[in-house]
């Protein structure tokens, strides 16, 4: 960045630097670069200006900041000197109490060179938005201004290796072209039956048609929509290993199997578009989310590993179970409590399995098997149960390295995690076996009913959740959606939603949602481009069942011809459509910012120096990619997961209950620790023995 500075007249241009880039043109140009006696990662406040150069007309403007380092000018009186070494200061900061105030110098330009910088982040979703975009033009007006005068010209449009790389077709995975013909038999209308069902028919559904222990996806969707899958002869799973480059195929009920190594995963991203592409689903039901596609989950290895400069192994990698010519039954709960089956095979093969379905399915209305029905043979296993739990001393110690490297200015906000395991024998039998993770989803769904429940049986992976947290929706259309979630209180009988945004306003929690905000608003812009991202709510409070958390959401419009645009283009593809731009929304957007931390990329490399653990499958994503357009993933939290290496010899089960939270600059140890274990305890309960009457104990 310093040769920038350092350019001859001839070969000078514009620059406007922000947070690092005004610190670099400070200290290079011999002001000092020192700590603030406390960083101001996520915060904002009102600044003062000298109300000239880019400040025209911008007397005062609020704010967000970013920063742990500042540039240290000379003081005089109680102002800042307004030109220092060839550089003209524009605004500054007032820090502490007015009679003894820090001034902080907040934007500055150079004297005869083209060179502004700003120590703020204009582009946050909590600064001045009017100021701001003030701001910008004065700077861009200054800025044609200089290059007229300069006899310079600039580009008519961005350079089209920036907008649209090209791919490289030579690495195109043939495991890809495998899918394809592995789906041959799939249709591409959506053939669907719609009949009215009671509100709490999903896990009676999946029983009816999964029997205990079968391959099985059930992923409920803002508590609206419920999808499960139900394996059929030409059903298939597809798992990736991160640590081994292999991406195997399993067709279920059968011995078939395609293995193809040496896979990065940038190409089994391109082989996911390419089947998605290929396979499009162009009519169905409007009143169904899911026509079809796949259900499953993304590891936080997985995530991890796409990120530029990742080191990643790992055992989990990513699984999803793909449905090529499977059924599918999609449940949208009150208030129209409407039941649609849908399936993408072909015509007269789905018809046939359709009306053999809806007629099952209405002429046997079960109840779900209950909890005093499960604890016959649960209890005996539950009460064997031993916990591994995080110790306090070694948890905060890692809160402490934690606020070592934000104080160094490494990064803005660390979320930090841990695990508890429980391990436990196995059932004594083949039923009981099969049964016991249906019946664990079942427990953790009641205790602690979420937005986004999931159940998973995929090989040796067992997955149940009851996530409030969306990561990423996105409609057959054009638009694209993110809820992170950041701010927990727990709810006690004297905790109230006014006292618990009364909690949430502090400048803790208000930063730590802000921050993830910004990072996930950067992330849609190079999907969405210029103009293309909106905050719908920012840092609101609501309930969600046994704690109040702080929400933002974040839209974004798909527009391919948008400025700044960027899917990548792939030659292979035929059209480009909804499900290719969610598919690599999705792939950008992971790992779940709310898990990581911002900058995210650095903060990923801190945390796995911090935790030296694998967090598998917590942290990740779970969801469906729909072969019609649409997609929908939550973030795998307040769940548990067990995987095996062997699934029938096993003598003991090993579950993992991940659980954590964002540390900052203002967090206190004991307040990260109850917060941990506030969050554990949604998840853990479900471990712990029935008594009489059914509940937990």
């Known amino acids: 960045m310093k040769d920038i500075w350092s350019l001859h007249e001839a070969d000078l241009v514009p620059v406007l630097g922000i947070c690092l880039g005004f610190q670099s043109l400070c200290l290079h140009h011999g002001v000092p670069i020192k700590r603030l006696p406390y960083p101001l990662h996520g915060q904002v406040h009102q600044i003062a200006t000298s109300s000239r150069d880019l400040f025209d007309q911008i007397p005062r403007i609020e704010v967000t900041l970013y920063h742990s380092l500042y540039a240290n000018v000379e003081m005089s009186g109680f102002a800042p000197e307004s030109q220092v070494n060839e550089l003209d200061f524009l605004a500054w900061l007032s820090l502490g109490d007015s009679d003894r105030s820090t001034q902080i110098p907040m934007a500055v330009k150079h004297q005869s060179k083209p060179f502004w910088g700003v120590q703020f982040h204009p582009e946050s979703c909590k600064s001045e938005t009017q100021a701001c975009k003030k701001l910008l033009q004065n700077w861009w007006r200054m800025a044609l201004a200089f290059n007229k005068v300069a006899g310079r010209e600039g580009y008519g449009s961005s350079p089209e290796a920036i907008i649209s790389p090209q791919a490289d077709t030579s690495s195109f995975p043939t495991i890809a072209y495998e899918m394809h013909r592995w789906t041959s038999s799939t249709s591409k209308r959506s053939a669907y039956r719609s009949f009215g069902w009671r509100p709490d028919g999903a896990e009676t559904i999946s029983e009816l048609f999964n029997r205990p222990g079968a391959p099985t996806v059930l992923f409920n969707s803002e508590g609206r929509f419920t999808t499960i899958s139900i394996p059929s002869s030409g059903s298939w799973r597809l798992e990736y290993s991160v640590k081994l480059q292999k991406v195997s195929l399993y067709q279920l009920g059968g011995d078939h199997r395609v293995v193809e190594e040496k896979i990065t995963v940038g190409q089994l991203w391109d082989a996911l578009r390419y089947l998605m592409d290929m396979k499009k689903v162009t009519h169905g039901s409007d009143q169904s989310p899911f026509w079809g596609g796949f259900l499953g989950y993304f590891s936080y290895e997985l995530s991890l590993s796409g990120l530029p400069h990742s080191n990643q192994s ?12 499977s059924n599918k039954i999609s449940l949208e709960d009150p208030p129209r409590c409407q039941l649609a089956l849908s399936t993408c095979g072909q015509d007269d093969s789905a018809s046939g399995w359709l009306d053999q379905a809806s007629e099952l399915i209405q002429r046997d209305q079960h109840e779900s098997e209950t909890e005093g029905a499960d604890s016959d043979f649960m209890n005996p296993i539950l009460h064997q149960a031993v916990f591994s739990f995080p110790q306090e001393a070694d948890y905060k110690n890692r809160i402490a390295a934690c606020k070592a490297e934000l104080e160094a200015g490494e990064s803005y906000e660390l979320c930090l995690s841990c695990e508890t395991t429980i391990t436990l024998p196995t059932a004594s039998t083949d039923s009981g076996k099969a049964s016991f993770p249906w019946s664990l989803y079942k427990r953790l769904k009641k205790y602690n009913p979420a937005r986004f429940s999931a159940f998973a049986n995929l090989g040796n992976t067992k997955i149940v959740s009851s996530s409030p947290e969306c990561f990423l929706n996105w409609d057959r259309e054009d638009t694209l959606e993110m809820k992170p979630m950041k701010g927990t209180v727990r709810k006690t009988p004297d905790m109230t939603l006014e006292k618990a945004k009364e909690i949430l306003a502090s400048t803790k929690e208000m930063a730590e949602n802000l921050m993830i905000a910004d990072l996930i608003r950067h992330d849609l812009y190079g999907i969405c481009g210029s103009g293309g991202v ?10 969600y069942g046994r704690v109040y958390s702080m929400i933002t959401h974040v839209k974004g419009k798909i527009h391919p011809e948008a400025p700044g645009y960027s899917v990548r283009h792939m030659p292979q593809l035929k059209s480009s459509n909804m499900a290719v731009h969610g598919l690599t929304t999705l792939q950008r957007c992971l790992p779940p910012g709310s898990m990581t931390g ?22 990740g994503v779970m969801g469906y990619l729909d072969l019609g357009g649409g997609g929908s993933f939550s973030v795998m939290i307040r769940m548990a997961f067990t995987h095996s290496s062997t699934a029938d010899q096993d003598t003991q089960q090993v579950w993992r209950i991940g659980a954590g939270g964002a540390i900052t600059t203002l967090s206190t140890a004991e307040g990260e620790w109850q917060e941990m274990l506030t ?18 104990r």
């Open 679 to 696: 969050k554990l305890r949604t998840v853990d309960t479900i471990f712990a023995p029935f008594d009489v009457s059914g509940e937990s």
């Open 598 to 619: 911002a900058p995210k990329e650095r903060s990923c490399m801190h945390l796995q120096t911090i935790e030296n653990r694998k967090r598998g499958i917590y942290s």
């Open 534 to 543: 909106h905050v719908e709510k920012l840092l609101e409070v609501e309930d």
């Open 314 to 325: 790992s055992s989990f990698g990513g699984s999803t179970s793909p449905d090529g010519s």
